[in-house]
């Protein structure tokens, strides 16, 4: 029965470890490409998960933190929503008027 609980938390241990190694973001992981990571977690089940832990997975304050900008990169604008276009707007009151130009 012992055998059974550590092999459950074994393969939860080593499922864990993938699926953080997977969607992890390329540019957060430290001392190793992703594909790398990847292999290591995926081959040594619990050494690579160990191992991904310590080494390779962003440190905390790096998940929750907004991404700096790149230094000469200006700021992309936010996306603008059709409510918030006057020229959308106005189309749509002359299209709702009946003002048809077509």
Do not use: C
């Not at 292999?39 to 832990?53: D, N």
């Not at 936010?78 to 749509?92: I, Q, T, V, W």
Request: hydrophobic residues 45%; neutral net charge.
């Amino acid at each position: 029965m012992a055998g059974v609980l550590l092999g459950l938390a074994l393969l939860a241990f080593w499922l864990y470890s993938l699926f953080d190694v997977i969607t992890t973001p390329e540019e957060d992981i430290r001392n190793a490409p992703k594909a790398l990571w990847l292999l290591i977690v995926a081959l040594l089940p619990l050494v690579g998960g160990l191992f991904w832990l310590a080494r390779g997975r962003p440190q905390a304050a790096a998940h929750h933190t907004p991404r700096q900008r790149q230094p000469g990169r200006p700021p992309r604008p936010a996306p603008k929503g059709p409510d918030d276009d006057p020229d959308f707007l106005r189309e749509l009151d002359r299209r709702m008027r009946g003002g048809s130009d077509d």
